[in-house]
């Protein structure tokens, strides 16, 4: 394989990723954790595949899985900051909701438990060619998407209200800044965004299956605490994270390792990788407090 094409396929796997980084940044900035970010790709997944099944525009599906990211962010930011509940439960509840609600739905809506049939997903370049043609918007996105999130952090006075209701939520309330609202808007953010990245595996795919994020959203959010909740950091993590199933990927084919040895990889990897921050990295100060 050439090295364009090493490179090409890092990219393509590194996209969900960095869309999940993305989103879950700004939620977990804002001082609420993010380990519902498995649950919203998967039913961004879904979303996307069901619009674009019946409606027969890829459009339409990453609109709907848009959508549908959206609305599990503001359950996952009501549950949260309305009533104050445990956010890891939280997270932990819409992941397995999201499992269950999209096997439900996957019955009805195409009488099947495991996949839907196929969907036209982005046909062609569009603004591409080559070695990434076929993505449609997707890859330039995913791309975008991380010096946009740190852009928003560091460089917007909507960034500024978001580290400091992260950091201390009292003293940002003491100067006005209404700390619900952004926390809000953070997580439903983080909804939509990490959605973008099941939309973009469902299209990419042409076809939804069951549990088909496959921890993606987990090692998302391992490379937001490896990049210390830096958006770019995260970026490069999400990087390193997708090399690693691009090497698990090659070396498949080679059979000089056992296959259940080498699909580990990408989890042994980001195990290694959380091990070496711990007690180096510092989350934001009010991460996983109630107001």
């Known amino acids: 394989m050439s090295v364009i094409a090493l490179l090409a396929q890092v990219l393509r796997i590194a996209v969900p990723y960095l869309f999940a980084a993305g989103g879950g940044v700004l939620a977990e900035r804002s001082g609420i954790v993010s380990l519902g970010l498995e649950g919203f790709m998967l039913s961004g997944a879904f979303c996307a595949a069901v619009g674009d099944y019946y409606s027969g525009s890829a459009w339409v599906g990453l609109l709907c899985g848009i959508l549908g990211g959206l609305l599990f962010g503001l359950l996952h930011a009501v549950a949260t900051i309305r009533y104050r509940a445990d956010q890891v439960v939280v997270g932990i509840a819409i992941n397995l909701l999201v499992i269950g609600l999209t096997r439900f739905f996957l019955r009805l809506a195409f009488d099947s438990s495991s996949n839907s049939p196929r969907i036209a997903g982005f046909e062609g370049g569009g603004p591409l060619s080559g070695w990434l043609a076929g993505a449609g918007p997707m890859i330039p996105l995913g791309l975008l998407v991380i010096p946009a999130v740190a852009w928003l952090v560091y460089r917007t006075p909507f960034g500024l209200r978001l580290r400091a ?127």
């Open 165 to 291: 209701v992260g950091e201390h939520p009292a003293a940002a309330d003491s100067l006005g800044v209404p700390v619900a609202r952004v926390r809000y808007v953070a997580v439903a953010l983080s909804g939509a965004l990490a959605a973008m990245g099941g939309v973009y595996l469902a299209l990419d795919q042409h076809q939804f299956t069951d549990q088909m994020t496959a921890g993606r959203g987990y090692i998302a959010l391992a490379a937001i605490i490896f990049g210390r909740w830096n958006p770019l950091r995260a970026g490069v993590a999400c990087l390193l994270f997708a090399g690693a199933e691009t090497l698990q990927i090659q070396m498949q084919g080679t059979q000089a390792i056992p296959s259940q040895f080498v699909s580990m990889i990408p989890y042994l990897l980001t195990i290694v990788a959380l091990a070496g921050v711990v007690g180096r990295a510092n989350p934001p100060a009010a991460l996983g407090k109630a107001e």
